[in-house]
């Protein structure tokens, strides 16, 4: 899986989860989370929803250090060891 | 107009503070029911709210007693302010703890409370005295209790700076950091979070005394996706300065797939807790808050 396809299905969750009113088309890896609405409350629906939909087991405090959606993509990658949609369920 | 009201109320805590700390917990106590009955008699749309919501609950069922009911929940208010500033005098040493405090522990919270490094989640409502609940419970690991800061900014920096919090912080439930609650966890902190507050986002509608009532997930979702025990827990006035502290099993639900069904499965759980701590003892609840303010819309009848 690219990174162009993690984005995508990242847009799609995103726009499931947030509240906020987003162009999420313009949304790029240069995007920061919280301009997309997210703080620490709303992050949580987000965050399990990436956890199923990538199949992931993940710390989730990980992701503290992950400010844009470039970031959270890299951060995907090196959980799945850069094998997004395989069967296994990798952990991070 | 708005910042000569909170200049009034500011004025009005401070005088509240000094009196408090003049008296002891008898008077403190008298002067404040005396203080809440008189904020029931002027605040009539809190009054008709909690006597509404009491008759809805059928917790009671007559308008009389629902009326009287709806002002010791006021009276426990003030009560609770009072404790709360009186805390750190009755908690400051493991005796005085001992003997104000009753503690209900189930052994597998206590077990997941006590281990080293390990998050836990504790849920409770605006039943009792949260705060002593907090305070005590951060004596056996750190507790950040998760808090939505009071309308008026200068009371909010009075009441802050005066107590002594020790181990027990505050984080506000919008931070900006998104991570904020995940880190705390993993901080190996009790995070404690109020889960009977109206949720404007109506995305959980959870039945409160066979009512839906819009509730907060995030508690929900905190576990599902840390695994941190999740443990609802509240802490009953049993005498003056006197309380028992009840902490149940911690909750535990594997995730199905369905975020809204997971989270609504634990939501539900904690409701009916919620409720049963409430029958036992129901003037200790915070009835005046409008917990069903939004309903969700009724189909369109053909």
């Given at each position: 899986m690219s990174n162009d396809d993690i984005l995508v299905r990242l847009r799609h969750l995103m726009k499931q989860s947030s509240q906020a009113k987003v162009d999420w088309d313009a949304?790029?890896?240069?995007?920061?989370i919280a301009s997309l609405g997210f703080d620490s409350l709303t992050i949580l629906d987000l965050v399990y929803d990436i956890q199923q939909e990538f199949g992931v087991e993940f710390e989730?405090?990980?992701?503290?250090?992950?400010?844009?959606v470039g970031e959270l993509i890299a951060f995907l990658r090196s959980c799945m060891g850069g094998t997004a949609g395989e069967k296994a369920a990798p952990r991070c | 107009m708005k910042k000569l009201r909170h200049a009034v109320e500011y004025g009005g805590a401070r005088l509240a503070l000094a009196a408090c700390d003049r008296l002891d917990p008898r008077r403190a106590f008298f002067v404040a029911d005396r203080l809440a009955d008189a904020w029931f008699l002027i605040d009539h749309r809190r009054r008709r709210t909690a006597v509404s919501n009491i008759l809805a609950s059928g917790v009671e069922t007559d308008p009389r007693r629902a009326f009287a009911l709806a002002r010791a929940s006021f009276r426990h208010m003030g009560r609770v302010i009072v404790e709360s500033l009186k805390a750190g005098d009755v908690l400051a040493d493991e005796g005085g703890r001992r003997s104000a405090v009753e503690m209900q522990i189930h052994p597998g919270a206590m077990e997941a409370l006590a281990a080293p490094g390990r998050g836990v989640i504790v849920i409770s409502g605006h039943i009792g005295n949260w705060e002593i609940a907090a305070r005590m419970l951060s004596f056996i690991k750190p507790v950040v209790g998760v808090t939505r800061p009071m309308n008026n900014p200068l009371v909010e920096r009075l009441v802050r700076d005066r107590k002594p919090w020790g181990r027990f912080t505050l984080t506000p439930k919008?931070?900006?950091?998104?991570?904020r609650f995940l880190q705390t966890l993993a901080g190996g902190n009790i995070l404690a979070l109020l889960a009977d507050q109206h949720a404007p986002d109506m995305k959980h509608m959870i039945p409160f005394f066979g009512r839906p009532a819009a509730t907060h997930g995030s508690a929900a979702l905190l576990h599902l996706i840390t695994g941190a025990p999740l443990c609802f827990g509240y802490c009953l006035r049993s005498g003056t300065m006197k309380f028992r502290l009840i902490a149940l099993e911690p909750i535990v639900v594997k995730r199905t797939g369905s975020r809204k069904d997971d989270v609504e499965t634990i939501l539900t759980r904690l409701t009916a807790e919620l409720e049963k701590a409430i029958r036992v003892a129901?003037?200790?609840?915070?009835?005046?808050?409008?917990?069903?303010?939004d309903q969700p819309a009724k189909p369109a009848s053909s």
């Open positions: 949304v790029t890896a240069d995007s920061t989730a405090e990980k992701l503290a250090g992950v400010k844009t | 919008h931070d900006a950091n998104a991570a129901p003037d200790q609840y915070l009835w005046a808050h409008r917990r069903w303010r």
